[in-house]
């Protein structure tokens, strides 16, 4: 079984920056792909960004040169840093594994954090 946690959402201005950190325990996190979804209200959960345990990345477009998904794998951490906040980033941000490794089936998810962006 593994557990995500993430941390570090809140509130900033349009064109503000904000870190999102996500620590997992309970498993081999260096064979995992990892990755960050977000909800908004009233919409459905979207992909943001993936890292797998290769360690090559996907975006979606929207957030392609503004946000950087990266992987510590001695703390067992993924981060999201996210430059140039939007309001449309406004969301609920969460943590999700790939125990295959391969970023296209995701098996655990994180509580979310909440990230709002006020224009």
């Known amino acids: 079984q593994v557990q995500l946690v993430e941390s570090g959402g809140g509130l900033v201005q349009a064109g503000g920056s904000l870190s999102l950190s996500c620590a997992a325990s309970?498993?081999?996190?260096?064979?995992?792909?990892m990755g960050w979804f977000r909800q908004a209200p009233g919409k459905e959960r979207e992909f943001v960004a993936a890292?797998?345990?290769?360690?090559?990345?996907t975006y979606t477009d929207s957030v392609k040169g503004r946000f950087t998904i990266s992987r510590d794998n001695a703390k067992n951490t993924v981060y999201l840093q996210m430059n140039s906040l939007k309001p449309e980033d406004t969301a609920v941000y969460y943590c999700?594994?790939?125990?295959?490794?391969?970023?296209?089936?995701?098996?655990?998810w994180g509580q979310g954090t909440q990230v709002t962006v006020s224009s």
């Open positions: 999700s594994a790939d125990i295959a490794g391969w970023g296209t089936s995701y098996d655990y």
């Open positions: 309970g498993g081999t996190f260096s064979s995992y792909a």
């Open positions: 890292i797998r345990r290769s360690g090559g990345r």
